[in-house]
Structure formats: structure tokens, C-alpha cells
């Protein structure tokens, strides 16, 4: 199974700071068609995952352009800028090149 | 408006089998796929399987044999059985809606949460 490896676990932020998380798989994301399939989900408390970028990039219907999604082959990254206090919650990556699909274990953002 | 509502039981006895319905609305279970993924309390995300528009279905191998998908079209309605049930089931179970070009989950419902109780 591939490995998805998120860091930080827990990532204290100002509000309207910037922050980055990390995702690393252990093999590459990249599809026999040429596409890589990584997303990124935020999971508010109490509440399902909601998606933010698909395919790496791409951010899905509504979601503000303070969240902007990069990366290639098996290094990824979620960058948030100028935080808000809806925000707040457990970020994951999940891929979806290879089966079965796994997530990376989360990285909980909260107020510094 | 795409929705998905899981329902079950709350309480599962050891070694039984648990029964989920994942009811759909907002679209096709022929156009869209169905996928279902389980979080243990305070933990992660872990994909368990996959319900096909074209009616196939996917397992995560870590389910073995305990796993079995199914739909009824008709109802607009995906199923979920696992048997054998362990303490380490213990879990919220979404159904979440996939999008088969993008390779995504884009809308997941609410969850049903489940305690197995020996």
C-alpha cells in the first residue's frame, strides 16, 4: 500500500497568518494515463471530510483561492493564506493513483 | 443538491455482522460512483471499498473477506456488510460520492457511527 506521510500533526497558526502542510507518498502518484491523483479534504470538528483541491491543483467548487494546493511525483503541498477561524480542523491528503486508496494521518490545524 | 445519508445500527454485538445503507439523492448510482470510508474515534481516514457506476466493486485488501458492497439502483441505495466484528471496528462509516475522471470523493455524507460491544 502506498504510504502517505503528513506533516506536521499539529500546526498552530495566527489568524490571517499563512501556513503549509506537507504529503509524501511512498511511491509516485503519477498515473499510467500521465495524471496524479492527490487530493486534499479538511475535516471540520464534527463534521465530514469537505474537499478542498483535487488532482493536486485544483480547487474544488467554493473554496477560496486563500487555498492553493502544489507538487509532483511524491512531494505535495496545502498552503493556506491568510487564515481564517473557519479554517480550523484536520487536513488530510488522500491518493488515489494506486489501490487501495489510503489518506495521510492529518494535520490539525488550531489558534496559536 | 447531492446528498447521501448513512443509516445503521448503533450498537453492533462482537463477532456480528453490521449492516449500513448509504441512501443517495441528487444523482445516479450509474453515473457515479460510491465509495466508503471509516474513522475510528479521534483517528484517521481509512478507505474500505468501492461501489461502481457500472456495478463492480473494489475492496481494501486489509477487509479480507469480511467486506461485501452492493447497491439497489432503484432505491438509489449502496449497502455495506462487513461480518465478524471486532472491538478495532469501532467507527464512523461514511459513503461518499466519487467522481470516476477526477479519481475524487467530492461530497460525503454525514456518517453513521458504530460501537461494537462485547
Known amino acids: 500500500d502506498v504510504l502517505m506521510t503528513q506533516t506536521p500533526v499539529s500546526l498552530p497558526v495566527s489568524l490571517g497568518g499563512q501556513v503549509s502542510i506537507s504529503c509524501r507518498s511512498s511511491?509516485?502518484?503519477?498515473?499510467?494515463?500521465?495524471?496524479?491523483?492527490l487530493h486534499w479534504y479538511l475535516q471540520k470538528p464534527g463534521q465530514s471530510p469537505q474537499l478542498l483541491i483535487y488532482?493536486?491543483?485544483n480547487r474544488f467548487s467554493g473554496v477560496p483561492d486563500r487555498f492553493s494546493g502544489s507538487g509532483s511525483g511524491t512531494d505535495f503541498t496545502l498552503k493556506i493564506s491568510r487564515v481564517e477561524p473557519e479554517d480550523l480542523g484536520v487536513y488530510y491528503c488522500?491518493?488515489?493513483?494506486?489501490?487501495?486508496?489510503?489518506f495521510g494521518s492529518g494535520t490539525k490545524l488550531e489558534i496559536k | 443538491q447531492v446528498q447521501l445519508k448513512e443509516t445503521g445500527p448503533d450498537l453492533v454485538q462482537l463477532t456480528q455482522t453490521l449492516s449500513i445503507t448509504c441512501t443517495v439523492s441528487g444523482f445516479s448510482l450509474t453515473t457515479y460512483n460510491v465509495h466508503w470510508v471509516r474513522q475510528p474515534p479521534g483517528k484517521g481516514l481509512e478507505w474500505m471499498g468501492a461501489?461502481?457506476?457500472?456495478?463492480?466493486?473494489d475492496y481494501n485488501s486489509a477487509f479480507k473477506s469480511r467486506l461485501s458492497i452492493s447497491r439497489d439502483t432503484s432505491k438509489s441505495q449502496v449497502f455495506l456488510k462487513m461480518n465478524s466484528l471486532q472491538t478495532d471496528d469501532t467507527a464512523k462509516y461514511f459513503c461518499?460520492?466519487?467522481?470516476?475522471?477526477?479519481?475524487?470523493?467530492?461530497?460525503w455524507g454525514q456518517g453513521a457511527s458504530v460501537t461494537v460491544s462485547s
Open positions: 488532482r493536486v491543483s
Open positions: 461518499a460520492r466519487h467522481r470516476g475522471g477526477h479519481r475524487v470523493m467530492d461530497a
Open positions: 488522500l491518493q488515489s493513483t494506486h489501490f487501495p486508496l489510503t
Open positions: 461501489m461502481w457506476n457500472g456495478g463492480g466493486t
Open positions: 511511491q509516485s502518484l503519477v498515473h499510467s494515463d500521465g495524471n496524479t491523483y
